[in-house]
């Protein structure tokens, strides 16, 4: 069962999108939210050239950078109280010190779920990929991560790519236990260049979640991870739920 949420929120321009997932998210399982800005007080100062002209220093003075990131987590603040107070959901805006990445990479072994968001303005110093970024969430162990839209909308449809590899059992497994969106229709797909062997993990997975209350679909497909998003929005899938270990991410080290 989920019952801590952590949520990443990058830079000081921060869209609220994420912060609007969580709390959907919280409401349907009562649970609270840890937010983490992915920014550090004094990150101005990485922008600085090592060597600098007195007229650009004075520039520098002037317009007084340091104060953005202050100001931003002010509005950060502001966004987080009126997301969460008005819905009841307990939160808290974390100090993250001078190490906010190595503080979210601790804090989401002790987390239900980490949420990020996909249009969100990263530090390019903590986050100078954003999916090489999900690459070592997943290998430090945080998951399950859900990446979000700026937008929160109605899941209606849930993707599950399952192999039959251990990865992808957990992740199945997960999402029944988590109970959320109960109310989406479920479709299974396995990517398998054996069509007898993929008909049996399809069939397990079948087995499975219909043992959960889901009457899920079956489709074999093949190729390799961008047929399977070209699959979903042609499908008009809301969600993908996928598992990945930590010697192919998402094929983010293999190149796929």
């Given at each position: 069962m989920i019952k801590r949420i952590l949520v990443a929120i990058g830079g000081i321009r921060a869209n609220p999108g994420s912060n609007f997932w969580a709390a959907s998210v919280a409401q349907r399982l009562q649970a609270s939210v840890t937010v983490v800005p992915l920014i550090d007080a004094d990150s101005w100062t990485r922008q600085m050239p090592p060597m600098m002209t007195s007229g650009h220093a004075a520039r520098v003075?002037?317009?007084?950078?340091?104060?953005?990131?202050?100001?931003?987590?002010?509005?950060?603040?502001?966004?987080?109280?009126?997301?969460?107070?008005?819905?009841?959901?307990?939160?808290?805006?974390?100090?993250?010190?001078?190490?906010?990445?190595?503080?979210?990479?601790?804090?989401?072994?002790?987390?239900?779920?980490?949420?990020?968001?996909?249009?969100?303005?990263?530090?390019?110093?903590?986050?100078?990929?954003?999916?090489?970024?999900?690459?070592?969430?997943?290998?430090?162990?945080?998951?399950?991560?859900?990446?979000?839209?700026?937008?929160?909308?109605?899941?209606?449809?849930?993707?599950?790519?399952?192999?039959g590899t251990a990865a992808s059992a957990r992740a199945l497994k997960r999402y029944a236990h988590s109970r959320l969106w109960e109310e989406a229709s479920v479709e299974v797909v396995c990517q398998n260049s054996d069509p007898a062997e993929a008909q049996l993990h399809l069939r397990q997975a079948e087995q499975f979640l219909r043992a959960h209350g889901h009457h899920a679909k079956t489709a074999s497909l093949s190729g390799r991870a961008p047929d399977l998003c070209r699959y979903a929005m042609e499908s008009g899938a809301d969600l993908i739920v996928a598992g990945s270990s930590h010697r192919n991410r998402f094929g983010i080290e293999t190149g796929s």
């Open positions: 003075l002037e317009s007084r950078p340091w104060e953005a990131a202050h100001e931003g987590l002010a509005r950060l603040q502001e966004q987080c109280e009126s997301v969460y107070t008005p819905a009841s959901i307990p939160w808290e805006l974390a100090d993250t010190g001078s190490a906010p990445w190595d503080f979210l990479v601790r804090e989401s072994q002790f987390h239900d779920l980490v949420i990020l968001g996909l249009d969100d303005t990263y530090d390019p110093v903590m986050v100078p990929n954003f999916f090489e970024a999900i690459g070592v969430l997943l290998g430090d162990g945080a998951a399950p991560l859900l990446c979000v839209p700026p937008a929160l909308r109605e899941i209606g449809k849930v993707l599950i790519a399952f192999s």
